[in-house]
């Protein structure tokens, strides 16, 4: 879109945290939530989160919460069986878990930094304290570093994206890993033996949104689709078929029991009350991650 100037696409649907990257370069216009009546359905809690999470810019709405969802721990229920409270992002590097690890290069080092942090061998206020500056995001991420290329021996696969997760469960051999909760509960709905879990230092939860390109070209058919987007029949719909969490009121009552007996398992306890929320994400902090991530795939 930076590319074509704001052209090309009608709609888009950035993480939250990102659009103030993104609008860095006006990719998206003010939202006219006039002619959105249906977000009279979008829960109260995500609008007003979403504001502060970068929904608003310049004191304009230009991205409203959509869908929500976690990065935590999955693992194989035929040969592991852990309880909430018990599981932790530390788990997956005991050593009986050699070569039957799964992980995203990047994110992995805030689900380390988050055990290390509530362990206390790597202060971190859980990892906030990464985001507040570049200084202090190096001071940690070293620390982190250093406690992955350690552990690296655990690791069998590296995932990138959806598929990932299927590869790395159904057909190399994981174990345990950090992923995504939408891949996961769709393969358990369809009875392959994994499950997906918030770990007690929490789930890191991020926020999808939409937003209207600055120079969409149909403009009265971008609002009649976030419109629709906005009923209970569509959020049930993102929810039965990703494995996602709707942010519309309404929803739950229109999903199939094994979808909420999912998100039940996911999310037992007080899990919901100890989300960990992916702050805002500075201009320096997408090029440091990067480096670390390099350095650490090239040990």
């Known amino acids: ?36 009546p249906n977000l009279k359905n979008l829960e109260p809690s995500f609008y007003e989160s979403s504001g502060k999470q970068g929904g608003v810019i310049n004191g304009k709405r230009v991205g409203l919460p959509y869908d929500w969802g976690t990065e935590a721990i999955t693992f194989n229920t035929d040969k592991l069986d852990y309880k909430y409270g018990d599981l932790s992002y530390g788990t ?16 992995v080092f805030i689900g380390a930094g988050l055990y290390l942090d509530a362990t206390g061998q790597v202060p971190s206020n859980r990892m906030y304290d990464t985001y507040k500056s570049e200084a202090q995001m190096r001071k940690i991420y070293d620390e982190i570093l250093k406690f992955l290329i350690l552990k690296k021996k655990n690791i069998k696969m590296f995932w990138n994206n959806a598929q990932d997760h299927q590869l790395a469960f159904l057909q190399n051999g994981c174990l345990i890993g950090q992923t995504w909760d939408g891949p996961i509960l769709t393969m358990k709905k369809e009875g392959k033996p994994v499950t997906f879990m918030a770990p007690k230092e929490g789930a890191m939860t991020w926020v999808d949104s939409m937003s209207i390109v600055k120079n969409a070209e149909n403009l009265e058919q971008a609002y009649a689709f976030l419109n629709w987007a906005y009923t209970p029949e569509a959020g049930a719909i993102v929810a039965k078929t990703t494995g996602y969490n709707s942010v519309v009121k309404g ?31 500075k201009p320096w902090f997408v090029p440091v991650r990067t480096e670390y991530r390099d350095k650490f795939q090239a040990a």
Request: charged share 30%; hydrophobic share 35%; with cysteine.
């Open 92 to 107: 997956m590097w005991e050593p009986e878990f050699n070569q039957k690890v799964t992980c995203r290069p990047h994110s």
């Open 251 to 281: 929803v739950d009552d229109l999903l199939d029991e094994k979808t909420k007996q999912s998100f039940k398992d996911a999310y037992p306890g007080n899990a919901l009350d100890n989300l960990w929320w992916y702050p805002n994400e």
């Open 1 to 36: 879109m930076r590319a074509a100037r704001a052209k090309g696409f009608d709609i888009a649907q950035p993480s939250i945290t990102e659009i103030a990257l993104h609008m860095e370069f006006e990719l998206y216009k003010t939202i006219d939530e006039n002619k959105i």
